[in-house]
């Protein structure tokens, strides 16, 4: 059974920062390109970043400079450290696995920003 389990979210003043964690359990990590999402209310579930099973990475634009997404296959761990948070990356933010060209989701965390 595939379990994906995010931590670390929270609230936080703009310009902050937050690292949020995920626990990843019942796959092939090593082989899962692994990647954090994020929706916000109204809106439609983005892509923020991503990192492949060789170490890859591609953010959103909107989080360049900003986020880091790194993995310790190690651990299954995938994390994202997220510096200059700003308002408007207030979202539920959802950790993904893709193996086999199947998705896994986590149950979500909250972050938000006050400005």
């Known amino acids: 059974q595939v379990r994906l389990v995010e931590s670390g979210g929270g609230l936080v003043q703009a310009g902050g920062s937050l690292r949020l964690s995920c626990a990843a359990s019942g796959i092939i990590f090593r082989l899962s390109a692994m990647g954090w999402y994020r929706q916000a209310p109204g809106k439609q579930r983005e892509l923020v970043a991503d990192?492949?099973?060789?170490?890859?990475?591609r953010y959103v634009d909107s989080v360049k400079g900003r986020f880091t997404i790194s993995r310790d296959n190690a651990k299954n761990m995938v994390y994202l450290q997220m510096n200059s948070l700003k308002p408007e990356d207030t979202a539920v933010y959802y950790c993904?696995?893709?193996?086999?060209?199947?998705?896994?989701w986590g149950q979500g965390t909250q972050v938000t920003v006050s400005s």
């Open positions: 993904n696995a893709n193996i086999i060209a199947k998705d896994y």
């Open positions: 990192i492949t099973n060789g170490g890859s990475t």
